[in-house]
């Protein structure tokens, strides 16, 4: 068939709040029924909104948004207006640009009607215009209205990641040298597969993986075995560095901008731990992990184990962290420490639970009760005439 009959027309806004002005005057479905509607108040609705509110930013309103999709017709002859090619469009329909053409008549609508032309006299978005010929052309117009509106928008947790790319490749690269391979970017992981699709390429790095693996009793035998996803591995060293209670609630705030744990915790992690300390600690999250899921009572609980050893190290950073790298240098002490703060993990799940009265999906959003900690580590030590490893360890 060709290239189908269309037009990219850089159009300013105050042509589409006009079109979408009259098209409700005159009770025209501008939008096509196929569609989302209007989403409102929302965190996408509310950046455009706020650049096309901004005097300053507006202007760049083109480069910042994906645009507007149409269908249309046919078009008048064009010709030329004062300064601008003018191109009347028959019976346009709007497939993909609800959200964008609603937040500009969201804006333009509580301006003076003197005051609009000047204001957003700078401010253009993209227009795709795409002709319908005739009926035939149904079946692919209606796979430009489910395609164009599949996209999804972005994570703000991308946008932060990308951020600080050049500090998390560093550990990215460092961890690569011990046989793991982080996942910043989502290309990441389809990346890994093309890099390490050969089985020798494979065994090579698993076979480094695994010496460090061995020291935790976990055995790596495929590539998702090393993948260590960024936001999973800054919300398990978090555990350590804070607690559990942030740990479980706070996953949202490691990738995300302008939030305190962000800015003083993610972007600065080897700050508190060095890479074989952050890695340490993932891999005793991940063994706790694989025990967990064999349990019939979510015990022991894996970012409680991880908040509990944080516990023995107080001032958390990186150049204090002697003691912790002395910890994980022999699996018989892993092992002993481990067995001690999985018995304190499922103590505290069950003491936890019949002293408040909340079952574990509730216990794990609280704050950790400290004292009820305490008492746990006392009664081990007391009744089962047991002494505390990780101090032992961490003192000698």
Same mark, same amino acid.
């Given at each position: 068939?060709?290239?189908?009959?269309?037009?990219?027309?850089?159009?300013?806004?105050?042509? =589409?709040?006009? &079109?979408?002005?009259?098209?409700?005057?005159?009770?025209?479905?501008?939008?096509?029924?196929?569609?989302?509607?209007?989403?409102?108040?929302?965190?996408?609705?509310?950046?455009?909104?706020?650049?096309?509110?901004?005097?300053?930013?507006?202007?760049?309103?083109?480069?910042?948004?994906?645009?507007?999709?149409?269908?249309?017709?046919?078009?008048?002859?064009?010709?030329?207006?004062?300064?601008?090619?003018?191109?009347?469009?028959?019976?346009?329909? =709007?497939?993909?640009?609800?959200?964008?053409?609603?937040?500009?008549?969201?804006?333009?609508?509580?301006?003076?009607?003197?005051?609009?032309?000047?204001?957003?006299?700078?401010?253009?978005?993209?227009?795709?215009? +795409?002709?319908?010929?005739?009926?035939?052309?149904?079946?692919?117009?209606?796979?430009?209205?489910?395609?164009?509106?599949?996209?999804?928008?972005?994570?703000?947790?991308?946008?932060?990641?990308?951020?600080?790319?050049?500090?998390?490749?560093?550990?990215?690269?460092? +961890?690569?040298? /011990?046989?793991?391979?982080?996942?910043?970017?989502?290309?990441?992981?389809?990346?890994?597969?093309?890099?390490?699709?050969?089985?020798?390429? +494979?065994?090579?790095?698993?076979?480094?993986?695994?010496?460090?693996?061995?020291?935790?009793?976990?055995?790596?035998?495929?590539?998702?075995?090393?993948?260590?996803?960024?936001?999973?591995?800054?919300?398990?060293?978090?555990?350590?560095?804070?607690?559990?209670?942030?740990?479980?609630?706070?996953?949202?705030?490691?990738?995300?901008?302008?939030?305190?744990?962000?800015?003083?915790? #993610?972007?600065?992690?080897?700050?508190? &731990?060095?890479?074989? #300390?952050?890695?340490?600690?993932?891999?005793?999250?991940?063994?706790?992990?694989?025990?967990?899921?064999? #349990?019939?009572?979510?015990?022991?609980?894996?970012?409680?184990?991880?908040?509990? +050893?944080?516990?023995?190290?107080?001032?958390?950073?990186?150049?204090?962290?002697?003691?912790?790298?002395?910890?994980?240098?022999?699996?018989?002490?892993?092992?002993?420490?481990?067995?001690?703060?999985?018995?304190?993990?499922?103590?505290?799940?069950?003491?936890?639970?019949? /002293?408040?009265?909340?079952?574990?999906?509730?216990?794990?959003?609280?704050?950790?009760?400290?004292?009820?900690?305490?008492?746990?580590?006392?009664?081990?030590?007391?009744?089962?005439?047991?002494?505390?490893?990780?101090?032992? =360890?961490?003192?000698?």
């Amino acid at each position: 068939m060709g290239i189908r009959p269309a037009y990219y027309i850089i159009t300013p806004i105050t042509e =589409i709040y006009r &079109l979408y002005k009259k098209a409700q005057d005159e009770n025209y479905p501008l939008f096509s029924k196929n569609i989302r509607e209007w989403l409102g108040d929302n965190p996408i609705n509310k950046g455009i909104i706020n650049t096309l509110k901004s005097e300053e930013e507006n202007e760049n309103f083109l480069y910042y948004n994906n645009g507007i999709t149409m269908i249309y017709e046919e078009d008048e002859a064009s010709h030329l207006g004062d300064t601008k090619r003018v191109i009347p469009l028959i019976n346009p329909q =709007i497939v993909n640009g609800c959200q964008t053409t609603n937040s500009i008549f969201q804006v333009l609508s509580k301006c003076k009607e003197e005051d609009i032309k000047e204001r957003f006299s700078k401010a253009y978005v993209l227009v795709k215009a +795409l002709l319908k010929k005739s009926d035939d052309d149904n079946i692919f117009y209606e796979k430009v209205i489910k395609y164009t509106n599949k996209q999804n928008s972005i994570p703000d947790k991308i946008f932060a990641a990308n951020d600080s790319y050049s500090y998390f490749a560093r550990i990215q690269k460092e +961890l690569k040298e /011990r046989g793991f391979l982080l996942g910043i970017k989502p290309s990441d992981k389809e990346t890994f597969k093309q890099s390490y699709s050969s089985k020798k390429a +494979l065994q090579e790095i698993l076979d480094i993986a695994n010496k460090r693996a061995a020291i935790f009793n976990i055995d790596l035998k495929n590539l998702k075995d090393i993948i260590i996803p960024l936001e999973k591995l800054l919300q398990i060293t978090l555990a350590f560095v804070q607690d559990g209670h942030a740990a479980y609630t706070k996953k949202s705030c490691v990738l995300k901008f302008g939030h305190p744990i962000y800015q003083n915790f #993610s972007s600065c992690l080897l700050d508190h &731990l060095t890479t074989d #300390s952050a890695l340490n600690i993932y891999l005793l999250y991940q063994k706790a992990e694989i025990e967990r899921k064999s #349990s019939d009572r979510r015990n022991p609980i894996p970012y409680y184990l991880i908040s509990f +050893l944080g516990d023995y190290f107080k001032n958390k950073k990186a150049e204090n962290m002697e003691n912790l790298a002395n910890f994980f240098n022999d699996k018989t002490n892993i092992e002993d420490a481990y067995t001690w703060l999985k018995d304190i993990t499922t103590e505290y799940h069950d003491m936890y639970t019949k /002293r408040h009265k909340e079952d574990y999906n509730r216990m794990i959003k609280q704050k950790i009760d400290e004292d009820l900690l305490k008492e746990i580590k006392d009664n081990f030590i007391k009744w089962g005439k047991r002494e505390d490893p990780i101090l032992r =360890i961490i003192q000698s």
